[in-house]
T-cell receptor, first 113, second 115 residues
Framework: DAGVTQSPTHLIKTRGQQVTLRCSPK?????VSWYQQALGQGPQFIFQ???????QRGNFPDRFSGHQFPNYSSELNVNALLLGDSALYLC????????????FGPGTRLTVT | AQKITQTQPGMFVQEKEAVTLDCTYD???????LFWYKQPSSGEMIFLIY??????QNATEGRYSLNFQKARKSANLVISASQLGDSAMYFC????????????FGQGTTLQVKP
């Protein structure tokens, strides 16, 4: 039973560029949430996708956008990268409505130079 | 709005001893859930234990137990019989019961288990 997978593992981008991160949920799960974790901090909720729609959003600018595909996998896109976007991006999957168990992936480490 | 406070940036514990990691929360939601996650150096967040605000008994999962004191708004994690593999970052989180998809995390506590 495959858990949550994320790609790529690491990524280095230049300020102003755009990046796409990918997430495949745990088998049987239909909901994907994205979190940003800056170094030394706790994760912060970016947004959640269910039925290919953004269901709720945290306090992140419109530069952060996402998509969910019919197979429940999801992408996180960040435009006009800033140095402050450097972080570990975590994907979590669950059933909808999310109960008290969300399964996290290993994350994508994004470095913006 | 919800807020989680973890006041211990780092903790040490001797192998086989018990350790308590502190967590206080602030929420205006009448019904909510409290979570603890473990994050090893690999980065993956591992779910440990959950406590609902209306649960009558403190949650337990193997060596993990949650000391829930609602009046004091605290949800401390107790790890019994610490093992070297318990060395990691530990996060307390909360969510409204009607919105458990949006977790609010604390700053975390780094636990080091000494042999």
């Amino acid at each position: 039973d495959a858990g949550v997978t994320q790609s790529p593992t690491h990524l280095i981008k230049t300020r102003g560029q755009q990046v796409t991160l990918r997430c495949s949920p745990k088998s049987g799960h239909d909901t994907v949430s994205w979190y940003q974790q800056a170094l030394g901090q706790g994760p912060q909720f970016i947004f959640q996708y269910y039925e290919e729609e953004e269901r709720q959003r945290g306090n992140f600018p419109d530069r952060f956008s996402g998509h969910q595909f019919p197979n429940y996998s999801s992408e996180l896109n960040v435009n006009a990268l800033l140095l402050g976007d450097s972080a570990l991006y975590l994907c979590a999957s669950s059933l909808y409505p999310p109960g008290h168990e969300q399964y996290f992936g290993p994350g994508t480490r994004l470095t913006v130079t | 709005a919800q807020k989680i406070t973890q006041t211990q940036p780092g903790m040490f514990v001797q192998e086989k001893e018990a350790v308590t990691l502190d967590c206080t929360y602030d929420t205006s939601d009448p019904s909510y859930g409290l979570f603890w996650y473990k994050q090893p150096s690999s980065g993956e967040m591992i779910f440990l234990i959950y406590q609902g605000s209306y649960d009558q008994q403190n949650a337990t999962e193997g060596r993990y137990s949650l000391n829930f004191q609602k009046a004091r708004k605290s949800a401390n994690l107790v790890i019994s019989a610490s093992q070297l593999g318990d060395s990691a970052m530990y996060f307390c989180a909360s969510a409204s019961s009607g919105n458990t998809g949006k977790l609010i995390f604390g700053q975390g506590t780094t636990l080091q288990v000494k042999p």
